[in-house]
């Protein structure tokens, strides 16, 4: 599947992905800069409103410009007069070698700590190219049981966002049907059915699916919470920075949840970004402030570069393990990353395509796939598990990753823990 409107340039040695022609300014002063030059339309705003009482910190309003030229020399001139002015990013989801660009033109030689990484230029022509996949590698899997973890207390008030594909609206299979009532997603927050699009060649798209696999494995692991799942990633598998951005302060903002204290924010997506970037930023730290943990999927490429918003401060970052627990050859690793889960050969709920036999594979339920972003919804379910016994999110956090052994440039394995290891098995 070819990518579409999206631009790419190296930074420090890291493709970086962006809409064409768009910048992004922040604060009105920068808004002015960018309305005056050649060819710049009326902006998008987006603004933050502090809801009375809140004690969130108010934010400068946000305007994404289209048909602006060069939009990487009108950022390096706003920063250079002081104007906070960027590029609109594009993250890529997570499913192994699937939607990102990059994969298969790993920067890094077989193991990405040498002391020399990169090559003289490891990325020849274009990324977009025969390393994209055009069809899913999930693969099908038959299912004559049903899986979950067992019931625990204190799981009605828990509450997971994930902003992904969506998630599948018709022929879902247990668990994921306590999600769907008459047609619609429980929760106040769905914004388009996760599709199973087979972009016209009869197959189904890297991407499909990927939104209803990850609300599985959450559902699967703390059965009986509460997931919002919008729909922020397209059907090429990318996410613009703008819309992650607008989606994450808008469920702040608009916070139809028991306590947002006790709120887990999935992001099974990433990429790189060009110096320093606010969007996403501020809008992460937004949820970080209202009292919600924010989990990213590290990255595929087997690198050692940081990928955001996964490597954003204060983000638990999750890196993929094995069933044995050994390091997935794809997954991304370094400082930034906090934790590391099982990420290779996950199953959970995907489409039952039985009443569309013209689509391939053939889907009956449940798939199975790799990629960090699964592992990342497994460190979710397991946080929101020890809410149980911790009062908030954060709390649970910390109770997760704390006592357990760390393992060079992946952070906490989860894995070690014999509790923890009976539930990793549901998912396998």
């Known amino acids: 599947m070819p990518i579409t409107n999206v631009s790419a340039l190296t930074i420090d040695g890291q493709?970086?992905?962006?809409?064409?022609?768009q910048v992004?300014?922040?604060?009105?002063?920068a808004r002015d800069f960018v309305d005056g030059l050649p060819g710049s339309t009326d902006p998008n705003v987006s603004t933050f409103d502090v809801p009375d009482g809140s004690n969130l910190s108010p934010r400068p309003p946000a305007y994404r410009f289209t048909g602006v030229p060069e939009p990487h020399a009108v950022v390096a001139e706003a920063r250079s007069r002081g104007l906070r002015v960027q590029l609109n990013h594009v993250f890529f989801a997570h499913g192994c070698c699937g939607c990102d660009p990059c994969c298969g033109a790993n920067p890094f030689d077989a193991d990405p700590f040498n002391a020399s990484s990169f090559d003289a230029n490891p990325f020849n022509a274009s990324p977009f190219n025969a390393s994209q996949l055009d069809r899913t590698n999930a693969e099908p899997i038959a299912r004559s049981e049903t899986l979950v973890a067992p019931e625990a207390a204190a799981r009605a008030d828990v509450t997971v966002w994930v902003l992904d594909t969506g998630i599948a609206k018709d022929g879902l299979p247990t668990p994921l049907d306590p999600l769907v009532v008459g047609g619609t997603v429980r929760g106040p927050r769905v914004d388009g059915p996760d599709d199973v699009p087979g972009g016209g060649d009869d197959w189904v798209d890297p991407v499909a699916g990927h939104g209803t696999f990850i609300a599985g494995i959450i559902e699967r692991l703390v059965p009986g919470c509460r997931i919002d799942v919008l729909h922020t990633i397209d059907a090429e598998g990318a996410a613009e920075e703008w819309e992650v951005a607008d989606a994450i302060e808008q469920l702040v903002i608009g916070a139809q949840v028991p306590?947002?204290?006790?709120t887990i924010l999935n992001l099974s997506f990433g990429g790189g970004l060009s110096h320093e970037t606010w969007r996403v930023a501020d809008a992460v730290a937004t949820a970080q402030?209202?009292?919600?943990?924010?989990?990213?999927?590290?990255?595929?490429?087997?690198s050692c570069a940081p990928t955001y918003p996964a490597a954003l401060p204060g983000v638990t970052a999750v890196?993929?393990?094995?069933?044995?627990?050994?390091?997935?050859?794809?997954?991304?690793?370094?400082?930034?990353?906090?934790?590391?889960?099982?990420?290779?050969d996950i199953v959970s709920t995907f489409f039952d395509l039985?009443?569309?036999?013209?689509?391939?594979?053939?889907?009956?339920?449940?798939?199975q796939w790799s990629g960090t972003s699964f592992a990342?919804?497994?460190?979710?379910?397991?946080?929101?598990?020890?809410?149980?016994?911790?009062?908030t999110a954060v709390d649970a956090r910390d109770a997760l990753l704390s006592g357990r052994p760390e393992m060079p440039c992946l952070g906490v394995r989860v894995h070690d823990d014999p509790d923890v290891q009976s539930l990793l098995d549901l998912m396998s």
């Open 289 to 302: 402030e209202a009292g919600v943990v924010v989990v990213a999927s590290a990255g595929n490429e087997g």
């Open 319 to 344: 890196g993929a393990l094995d069933g044995d627990g050994h390091p997935a050859p794809f997954t991304n690793r370094g400082s930034w990353v906090a934790a590391s889960a099982l990420g290779v």
């Open 376 to 391: 990342a919804p497994v460190v979710v379910g397991l946080i929101a598990r020890e809410m149980a016994n911790h009062g």
């Open 24 to 29: 992004i300014a922040i604060g009105d002063p």
């Open 15 to 21: 493709l970086v992905y962006y809409r064409p022609e």
């Open 354 to 367: 039985a009443g569309q036999p013209n689509l391939q594979p053939p889907f009956s339920g449940w798939a």
């Open 259 to 262: 306590d947002l204290k006790r």
